[in-house]
């Protein structure tokens, strides 16, 4: 006797299952990245993205400051000081603080002037009426058989007047010791563009046009030739 078959609806297959839930997660997820934001998300974003722009101007506005203060400080320190002090330094050595103030300068440029990493000089001379030895920290560059000092206060200056009467010095540049003589004042732009770039735009700025060559001893001078 023939069983009758009958109809009877296909069970889905397991890999048929899984694919019906990815696409359901699919469609959820979908849904869920296309929906509009709300008005909240939207004032939050806004408040963080005014947040950001407030900190980049606040950061845009201390630099500004802080370069303001370091030129301020540059064009007092390199450019009206010198001046002033050049003109009245006479009348500013006879107060206190002002006296003071030009030792404890002095005092800390000594300690690192003539070494290695320091571009200034020391310069050791012997006072022309005490005999006492003196180190007075300059600026100076190499030029011809010896160096360029430049004389930014003047032949009034005491290092100056102690190095004409005495004809010799000794000068520490760059870990080095060198015996100089024949102290000669020179100025022009011979001088002045012995000096790199930005020296001479400060030493242009300071007003400083006067120069003191210091040669080599002629013995060793000549042994270099």
Request: aromatic content about 8%; hydrophobic content about 35%; glycine content about 10%.
């Amino acid at each position: 006797m023939a069983i009758e078959e009958t109809n009877r609806p296909e069970a889905p297959s397991r890999s048929s299952h899984r694919h019906t839930m990815a696409h359901d997660e699919l469609v959820t997820h979908s849904e869920l990245t296309d929906k509009p934001i709300s008005g909240h998300r939207k004032g939050v974003l806004m408040v963080i993205d005014k947040q950001i722009g407030g900190h980049r101007l606040g950061g845009t506005v201390v630099a500004m400051v802080l370069g303001g203060v370091v030129l301020t400080w540059l064009v007092v320190w390199v450019v009206l000081l010198p001046r002033i002090f050049k003109r009245y330094r006479d009348q500013l050595l006879r107060l206190g603080p002002a006296k003071k103030l030009l030792k404890k300068y002095n005092d800390t440029n000594r300690k690192i002037s003539g070494t290695k990493r320091s571009s200034w000089c020391l310069l050791t001379h012997v006072g022309r009426r005490s005999g006492r030895t003196y180190q007075t920290p300059l600026g100076a560059y190499p030029y011809g058989d010896g160096f360029l000092l430049p004389l930014g206060y003047g032949t009034q200056t005491d290092w100056y007047r102690n190095i004409m009467a005495a004809g010799t010095c000794e000068l520490a540049w760059k870990g080095q010791t060198y015996q100089l003589e024949r102290p000669e004042l020179i100025s022009g732009p011979n001088a002045l563009h012995a000096w790199p770039m930005w020296e001479r735009i400060t030493l242009r700025l300071a007003g400083v046009h006067d120069f003191v060559w210091l040669h080599e001893p002629k013995e060793k001078a000549a042994e270099s030739a």
